[in-house]
C-alpha cells in the first residue's frame, strides 16, 4: 500500500505582513486531511515584526524553500514595500526549485516583480496597490480587476480573502474539485466566488430606499436553462433597462450579460465535475443552444474544452449519472 506525501508548501513571511493573510495557507491547506504540509520561513530565519503588533516565529530557514513544491509569498502593509530587495530575501528567492510553483497572496506580488519572475507574465494585487504596482513596474501586464491569475508555475491573488481563493483553486488543481470543496466547507467559504475585485472596490452605499435586484437575481438562477434577456431582467425587476444595468453592477460588479455567463458556466461546471450528463444535455440545461458555444465559452474563461475540464476536475465519485 502507497502512502501519499504531502505535497510541500513553504511560507514566506517578511517584515510588515498581515497576520490575516500569513495564515491562510495553513488554514487552507491544512483542511485537507494531511494533503499539503505547511511551513513559515523568514529571509534571516529570525522573527518578523507583523503590522499588528506582535511577532512571529518562523519554523524553519530558508533552506527550507529549497524543498518546496509551492512556495507562497504572503503580503506586507503597502508602507514596507519597497522596489528593490533586501540580500535576504533574494537569497530566500533563489532557494526555488525550478519546478517549484510560485504563488503570491496580495501585495507579495511586488516581491516576485521586484525578484524578475513577473516577466511576459499577467498578475494581479489588491486593487488599491495598482496604481503604485504599475509605476514601478510597466512592463508587467497588470489585471486588478479579478480575484487571482493562473499562469501555471506562477500564480498571484487579490487581496485579503482572495488568497482563500487561490489556495482553494490550487486544491482543485492538484487534488479536484471534491477536496477543493469539502476544504472549503471546513473553512466556512465559498468553493468558488464569481466575479472579481470590482465589486469590492469602494462606491456610495446605495440608498436603503432603492429597489435591489437580488429577487430577480435569484429568480435567473432557477432559469438559467431558458434564453434571458437583459429586458426580461428589467421588467423582471420593474426598472428601466437602464436603472437596472446600473443599478445591478453596483450590487454584483458585474454586467448583467456578464453575469448570466457567470453564472452559466458555474453550473455547467458543476455537472462536469460530479455527472456524467453529455456535453449536449448540459449546454441545453444551462442555456447554451449548442454544445459549441459552451465549448466556445468555457475556452475563453478557462482556457480548457469540457471534455479536458471534466477529465481534469472531475469528482471520484459522481453524483448522478445517466443512461
Not at 508548501?9 to 499539503?36: K, M, S, W
Not at 514596507?80 to 530587495?85: A, E, G, H, V
Not at 482553494?168 to 472579481?196: F, N
Amino acid at each position: 500500500m502507497s502512502v501519499r506525501v504531502p505535497h510541500r508548501v513553504v511560507v514566506l513571511a517578511q517584515a510588515g505582513a498581515y497576520p490575516f493573510e500569513l495564515g491562510i495557507p495553513a488554514r487552507v491547506f491544512g483542511a485537507t486531511d494531511g494533503a499539503y504540509d505547511v511551513t513559515l520561513c523568514t529571509p534571516n530565519g529570525a522573527p518578523i515584526a507583523t503590522n499588528a503588533g506582535f511577532a512571529v516565529v518562523p519554523t524553519a530557514g530558508i533552506d527550507a524553500i529549497s524543498h518546496a513544491d509551492t512556495v507562497i509569498v504572503a503580503p506586507v502593509e503597502p508602507r514596507f514595500l519597497k522596489r528593490s530587495l533586501d540580500d535576504g530575501v533574494l537569497a530566500a528567492l533563489a532557494q526555488i526549485r525550478p519546478d517549484a510553483r510560485v504563488v503570491s497572496i496580495c501585495t507579495g506580488v511586488f516581491t516576485l516583480a521586484a525578484a524578475g519572475l513577473l516577466k511576459g507574465r499577467t498578475a494581479t494585487t489588491h486593487w488599491e496597490c495598482g496604481p503604485l504596482f504599475r509605476s514601478w513596474y510597466p512592463w508587467i501586464n497588470l489585471d486588478e480587476n479579478v480575484l487571482f491569475v493562473d499562469e501555471g508555475d506562477v500564480l498571484t491573488s487579490a487581496g485579503a480573502a482572495s488568497g482563500i481563493d487561490l489556495c482553494l483553486h490550487l486544491i482543485r488543481m492538484d487534488h479536484g474539485s471534491e477536496m477543493a470543496t469539502r476544504a472549503a466547507r471546513r473553512c466556512v467559504v465559498a468553493p468558488h466566488r464569481d466575479g472579481g475585485q470590482a465589486q469590492f472596490i469602494e462606491r456610495p452605499v446605495p440608498d436603503p430606499r432603492d429597489a435591489s435586484t437580488s429577487e430577480t437575481r435569484q429568480w435567473a438562477l432557477e432559469r438559467l436553462g431558458e434564453p434571458l434577456t437583459v429586458p426580461q431582467l428589467a421588467r423582471h425587476a420593474h426598472m428601466s433597462e437602464r436603472t437596472f444595468a446600473r443599478r445591478f453592477r453596483a450590487e454584483t460588479g458585474l454586467a448583467p450579460r456578464r453575469w448570466l455567463t457567470h453564472q452559466r458556466l458555474a453550473l455547467a461546471r458543476e455537472l462536469l465535475e460530479t455527472t456524467d450528463i453529455g456535453i449536449d444535455e448540459i449546454a441545453t440545461t444551462v442555456g447554451y443552444a449548442t454544445a459549441t458555444s459552451l465549448r466556445n465559452h468555457l475556452a475563453t474563461a478557462l482556457g480548457l474544452s469540457p471534455m479536458a475540464y471534466r477529465h481534469t476536475f472531475r469528482s471520484r465519485q459522481p453524483s448522478a449519472t445517466t443512461a
